[in-house]
């Protein structure tokens, strides 16, 4: 099941354990329950303080995680390798008593977390989000042992995805009931739980002395500009709704420069990893309301909570755009999807639709194609703008369809579910209505800077404009990465403007006559 490489780097996982774990394993006689058997022997092989037996759970086949001192529970119903497989070491570590990397209050506030917590997490093996939220929910399981997670990979638990009507991943169940659809933090998930831990964490935050630079956005744009920062010696803190932006959904990055291959979520681990190795406060689960200047600007956060600061980094990136019509937000995440390699795998067999003709959408339609019976593409303009290549892969597989000159102006449903779209051809002025289980948008990005308007200048796209320094209208605001007018999106010319901006950040402050910049280099 496991090849010498892996098999090596999960031995050397493995010595770190202090404690006994147990696997025990559900199986029936499906492959999928002979590979997790096959895969749990092997792990038992690999250490004195793992042990392995049999017994019939609530799925078949899952695998149990266990200490019988600690009791702590994490079962992962299907095969957890793929993105999964780091989820898998995670927990036997956890469970093992291996540090978890938390801060010391977030992991007080889980232990004392008062009643019982059974998480249902539903997954696909091809989602980059889903890790994220399995490790959470496991990690929350190891601190308290009232609380318990269950990974269930949707695609092998297809009747449970049709009863619950998942249609998006990961969702998340809390005691039966739905608790979260899309990705979650540990913080987000304790402030669901915990309705005082926001307000808490708003007034920490008010207490905060003054930034020199306050960078408002985690992506690279944002990472990029605070090292920047901290290595001038600079006072310099991060506040971000997420760690890692849009690049933690990408997939597959092959164009950055040094390095031949790498994903989203690694890039965004090696960048997070990187701004924890220099003087950052970091301040996530934050999202930005209002930018007002003054002697300092103060930055007003949705929570309540406001910081100061000498000079602002604006670095808030772009999400996926909307189609904006009828049923689309009604179907959001019951058949309108935004992510094809995450949510792709619940459509299995059933017909598709992939809505823009650029880049993103034929290779959405490219790898869904793959997986379901038919992919219909609907591209508003004559013509496609993928790239030429892509366009021959497209047509070269039997069960992609595509449209031009398609106007999509209603998702349809069932009430809880989609069941199709209507779309009018520009050409010929006809409405036309398509079945369809699933619609996938690709139609391009839209800059997260809707709380800015009428505070700075912008684009008639919303884009933030910035100079040749990265500095915005207000003198003192600075501004890098997709919320720009920059050219070009991509996550190296985001790198670079980050740092741009964060040198010209640089170069106000220590023109100002009441600056005081220290160990500056």
């Known amino acids: 099941m496991l090849d010498t490489n892996l098999k090596n780097q999960l031995t050397t996982y493995l010595q770190n354990l202090k404690r006994p774990v147990e696997l025990v394993v559900s199986a029936d006689n499906s492959p999928k329950a002979r590979e997790l058997t096959s ?5 038992a092989g690999l250490s004195t303080l793992v042990s392995l037996r049999e017994s019939q759970g609530e799925r078949s086949p899952s695998m149990t995680i266990t200490n019988h001192e600690t009791h702590t529970l994490m079962t992962f119903a299907g095969l957890p390798m793929g993105h999964e497989f780091t989820s898998l070491v995670l927990a036997l ?38 890790p994220e939220v399995v490790q959470a929910l496991n ?6 042992p009232a609380i318990t997670n269950v990974m269930i990979d949707g695609s092998l638990f297809q009747d449970e995805v049709s009863e619950r009507n998942i249609m998006a991943v990961p969702s998340v169940y809390l005691n039966g009931e739905p608790f979260s659809v899309g990705g979650i933090s540990v913080e987000q998930i304790l402030n ?36 920047y920062a901290a290595r001038k010696g600079l006072r310099t803190g991060i506040v971000a709704d997420k760690f890692g932006g849009q690049v ?21 681990a090696n960048l997070e990893a990187h701004v924890h190795e220099y003087d950052v406060d970091i301040m996530d689960n934050q999202r930005a309301l209002s930018l007002k200047s003054g002697e300092l600007f ?32 009604a179907y959001r995440g019951k058949g309108v999807a935004y992510c094809p390699h995450c949510d792709g795998p619940l459509f299995k067999g059933k017909r598709v639709a992939v809505i823009g003709g650029g880049n993103s959408g034929i290779e959405a339609a490219i790898d869904l194609a793959n997986i379901v019976e038919h ?13 030429e290549v892509l366009q021959r892969k497209a047509s070269s597989m039997g069960n992609i369809e595509i449209i031009t000159q398609a106007m999509t102006t209603e998702v349809t449903g069932d009430g809880s579910r989609v069941n199709g779209l209507n779309y009018t051809d520009r050409a010929t002025g006809d409405s036309h209505h398509v079945e369809l289980a699933g619609i996938f948008v690709q139609i391009g990005l839209v800059p997260n800077a809707e709380w800015l308007k009428g505070t700075l200048e912008l684009t008639d796209r919303g884009e933030v404009i910035v100079d040749g320094k990265g500095e915005t209208s207000i003198p003192g605001v ?14 190296i010319i985001a790198m670079g403007s980050g740092a741009t901006a964060s040198l010209g950040a640089f170069d106000y402050l220590i023109r100002q006559t009441d600056a005081v910049v220290d160990n500056a280099a």
């Not at 992919?375 to 790239?387: C, G, N, P, Y």
């Not at 600075?478 to 919320?483: S, Y």
Request: hydrophobic letters at 45%; aromatic letters at 6%.
């Open 478 to 491: 600075f501004a890098a990465g997709d919320v720009t007018n920059s050219a070009y999106k991509q996550i």
């Open 298 to 329: 103060e930055l007003q956060l949705e929570s309540g909570a406001l910081l100061r600061s000498k000079t602002i980094l604006l670095a808030t990136g772009a999400r996926w755009r909307e189609m904006n019509v009828p049923g689309e937000q």
């Open 93 to 130: 570590l956890h469970t093992g008593g291996h540090p978890i990397k938390l801060d010391k209050a977030l992991i007080e506030q889980i232990r004392n977390l008062p009643g019982e917590y059974h998480f249902e997490t539903y997954v696909s093996l091809s989602c980059q989000t889903c």
């Open 39 to 43: 895969l749990a022997s092997e792990i």
């Open 375 to 387: 992919v219909t593409v609907l591209e508003f303009d004559s013509k496609l703008r993928a790239d």
């Open 248 to 268: 933690a959904e990408t997939v597959g990055i092959e164009n950055f420069i040094s390095v031949k291959a790498t994903e989203g979520p690694k890039l965004v």
């Open 139 to 144: 990690m929350m399981a190891a601190i308290n």
């Open 192 to 227: 669901k739980l915990d309705v005082n831990a926001a307000g808490r964490k708003a007034e920490a935050l008010n207490q905060k002395q003054a930034f020199d630079v306050l960078v408002v956005g985690g992506g690279p744009a944002g990472a990029s500009a605070a090292i």
